[in-house]
């Protein structure tokens, strides 16, 4: 201490040590302190040392696979890179730890970056107004219905409550929907996966006295360009309603599109699928939405801390009135270090690894829907149905089999049941998209295998994977494969593997049977008596 503090500065052990003693207890009186047991869940109880807690911590980490192990090819999510360089401004304190109420002389910085935020999401997206407030999509999809609906209020049209959803749409669009009591109709979809026009005029004619809006994703969750959108949104308006355009599908758009040009009225941006923010996981995102100057005057604003320019009377769809404004210095970043001309690269690289990906999957799987010239937009659909005719192999099985080739799996059965959507993102490189066709081109072989009668129907290496490393070291190996077929089946496996620690579950008997890993209720009531 002298050395460091110099002289009398009267730091000693003994002083520290009394001063750590007495910090425990200050700040709570003794009557508020409480005595019952706290946390007895042997998680929070078996973990006592820094050391313990790391270790448990790593070891939770490492069942998880993530972006640091390879492509998360998730379709509709949008698993980009989240740049370290766009993290670190959030572990500032300057914006971790203010509070979501703090005075507005306090947080001008904060509230500066939050303007220029919106100005570049307003240019990017063409509308004139952009609300910060909805913490996620569907959040989003709430706030701008309920803008709808108080804009048809206010012009005396109130009683509009239809809302059009194309079969295509992502399920937190009807959800939405439902929940502002709108009557929903499906509209069809054609057999390339563009919404059936005449279809859709129809149900908008039919329904012109109450037709609220229409929900609409474009590109759409079928992964195309809808060639018809300006004349969609078009109909919609000639028939009284507003468009709500799912900005979920941003990723193909950013610099070469814009909703607001195109007919929209209102969008909500997935700040955590387009814009960096890290995904997965149930981690917090931000879903803020871009509208029409129409449509401004009715965003959500905010009771106890009003959000400048807007009535706080109406109200809020989170509990702050800039959501979780913590996390978007990541979407600053992202906009600003790439800049104007790197956004609209950032988008035509990932329109061109899609379109790469698929022709390479396209020589082994068929490919569901494809736009004009015969391209697809950011992300493919992988029809597996007629596979599974002639083979009995899953969706499914292949999702599986792709963790023992040490990937995440695509997303499954969404938007249409039996299939396989995949997103690689402007993130990915050509080797890592390589390596993903690669390990689609082996399961097909392997698929072919299970065809022929080689490998049974209900043990090949596609029904029993994931493969664990229990599976490996049993004693017992009654499977017509090897081990090494199993858990190493290429070169790329073989130089770094990520191991799966679960064997498959049942997902329908889990979603139907409420199982409590916590220890059993009977023991909490023999604690309590
Ligand atoms: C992800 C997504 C949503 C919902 O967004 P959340 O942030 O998950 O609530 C809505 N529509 C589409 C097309 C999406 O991909």
């Known amino acids: 201490f002298d050395v460091i503090l110099g002289e009398g500065h009267g730091l000693t052990l003994d002083a520290l040590d009394a001063e750590i003693v007495a910090g425990a207890a200050t700040g709570i009186s003794a009557e508020m302190r409480r005595e019952d047991a706290i946390l007895t869940h042997p998680t929070f109880n078996s973990y006592h040392s820094e050391t313990d807690m790391l270790r448990y911590m790593k070891k939770l980490e490492n069942k998880d696979y993530s972006l640091v192990h390879g492509m998360i090819p998730l379709g509709s999510c949008t698993m980009k890179l989240n740049a370290t360089a766009e993290m670190i401004p959030v572990t500032w304190p300057e914006f971790a730890n203010m509070h979501p109420f703090a005075p507005a002389d306090q947080v001008k910085g904060y509230q500066q970056m939050l303007n220029e935020l919106e100005e570049q999401l307003v240019e990017i997206t063409g509308y004139d107004k952009v609300s910060l407030q909805p913490n996620s999509g569907a959040s989003g999809e709430y706030a701008g219905l309920l803008a709808i609906r108080k804009y048809q209020e206010s012009v005396g049209e109130g009683h509009r409550n239809v809302c059009l959803i194309p079969s295509s749409a992502h399920g937190t669009n009807p959800a939405s929907a439902a929940m502002m009591d709108m009557k929903i109709i499906v509209t069809k979809c054609d057999d390339k996966g563009n919404v059936d026009v005449a279809d859709l005029r129809a149900q908008a004619e039919l329904h012109k006295d109450n037709l609220s809006c229409l929900m609409i994703t474009y590109p759409s969750t079928h992964g195309v360009y809808e060639e018809d959108i300006v004349e969609i949104c078009e109909i919609i308006h000639k028939n009284g309603g507003q468009v709500y355009m ?231 190996w009654e499977r017509p494969y090897s081990r090494e077929k199993a858990a190493f089946p290429n070169e790329a496996t073989r130089l770094n593997k990520f191991w799966p620690t679960n064997n498959r579950i049942d997902n329908v008997y889990g979603d139907r049977n409420f199982i409590c890993s916590c220890p059993s209720i009977e023991s909490y009531q023999d604690a309590e008596s």
């Open 246 to 476: 799912d900005g979920a599908n941003m990723n193909a758009q950013v610099g070469i599109s814009k909703p607001g040009v195109i007919g929209s009225d209102v969008s909500h941006l997935n700040l955590h699928k387009t814009f960096a923010i890290p995904h997965g996981g149930g981690g917090p995102g931000m879903g803020p939405i871009g509208v029409k100057s129409h449509l401004a005057p009715f965003l959500a604003s905010h009771k106890v801390s009003p959000v400048e320019g807007l009535n706080p009377e109406n109200g809020a769809v989170a509990a702050t009135p800039y959501g979780s404004a913590s996390i978007l210095p990541i979407t600053w970043m992202y906009n600003v270090m790439l800049g104007k001309s790197g956004l609209k690269a950032s988008t035509e690289m990932a329109i061109l690894n899609a379109n790469y990906m698929t022709e390479k999957l396209a020589e082994h799987y068929p490919i569901l829907y494809r736009g004009r010239n015969n391209k697809v937009a950011h992300e493919c659909i992988v029809d597996i149905r007629p596979i599974k005719e002639e083979s009995g192999v899953t969706e499914e099985d292949i999702a599986k089999r792709l963790m023992d080739y040490g990937f995440h799996a695509p997303t499954m059965s969404f938007p249409v049941a039996g299939t396989l959507m995949i997103e690689p993102t402007e993130s990915e490189s050509k080797a890592e998209i390589d390596r993903f066709v690669d390990a689609m081109v082996q399961i097909r072989e392997e698929i072919v295998r299970v065809q022929n009668g080689e490998w049974p129907a209900d043990n090949n290496p596609l029904s029993n994977a994931p493969h664990t490393q229990t599976d490996m070291m049993s004693a017992a």
